[in-house]
T-cell receptor
């Protein structure tokens, strides 16, 4: 079973920041938080991941709370092409630990 | 450009037939994975392989088989034993590093007719 909880859907106006929350209250100290997104009928795309510190790349920012029980993915200026299902995934540090996908958040960006 | 290629994009199969889905990567990744996705659902892991000539069952391996004879290739066979094979199949690969993401192919949509 997925170790994360996400809202099933969210809306965001084009040009505004999209803040996608994720709860992972049972995360252990050495588990990473990964974010992927899946545009309709395509393979998932890696966005960002983090362990403890906040992270930023050219696509998004990841804010992880100090207790690590939740995180927020931020798309700073959402575009229509950001409409997708966003998956928050917790992955362990052992090589046998695999990505386990939940049902994600369907983000709809509107004009 | 490096990437992961799945073929065909669409596949139709008659009931009772085996069918093989292709997955090839030129990223020099050690690990490869097969996932299945049903409408409105997340991805479920079928099989994975961390090294050539070795593979492990995932959560829903029944009715599927794989091989890993080359680092670049990880074909998936959907056998007639798979009761509900109609789905979207995704292949992925990764380096053997825990701080690295997976790269996914564009998927194969299998329909049983």
């Amino acid at each position: 079973d997925a170790k994360t909880t996400q809202p099933p859907s969210m809306d965001c106006a084009e040009g505004r920041a999209a803040n996608l929350p994720c709860n992972h209250s049972t995360i252990s100290g050495n588990e990473y938080v990964y974010w992927y997104r899946q545009i309709h009928s395509q393979g998932p795309q890696y966005i960002i991941h983090g362990l403890k510190n906040n992270e930023t790349n050219e696509m998004a920012s990841l804010i992880i709370t100090e207790d690590r029980k939740s995180s927020t993915l931020i798309l700073p200026h959402a575009t229509l092409r950001d409409t997708a299902v966003y998956y928050c995934i917790v992955r362990g540090v052992y090589n046998t630990d695999k990505l386990i996908f939940g049902t994600g958040t369907r983000l709809q960006v509107f004009p | 450009d490096g990437g992961i290629t799945q073929s065909p994009k669409y596949l139709f199969r008659k009931e009772g037939q085996n069918v093989t889905l292709s997955c090839e990567q030129n990223l020099n990744h050690d690990a490869m994975y097969w996932y299945r996705q049903d409408p409105g659902q997340g991805l479920r892991l079928i099989y994975y392989s961390q090294i050539v000539n070795d593979f492990q069952k995932g959560d829903i391996a029944e009715g599927y088989s794989v091989s890993r004879e080359k680092k670049e290739s990880f074909p998936l066979t959907v056998t007639s034993a798979q009761k509900n094979p109609t789905a979207f199949y995704l292949c992925a690969s990764s380096v053997d590093r825990l701080d690295y993401g997976y790269t996914f192919g564009s998927g194969t949509r299998l329909t049983v007719v």
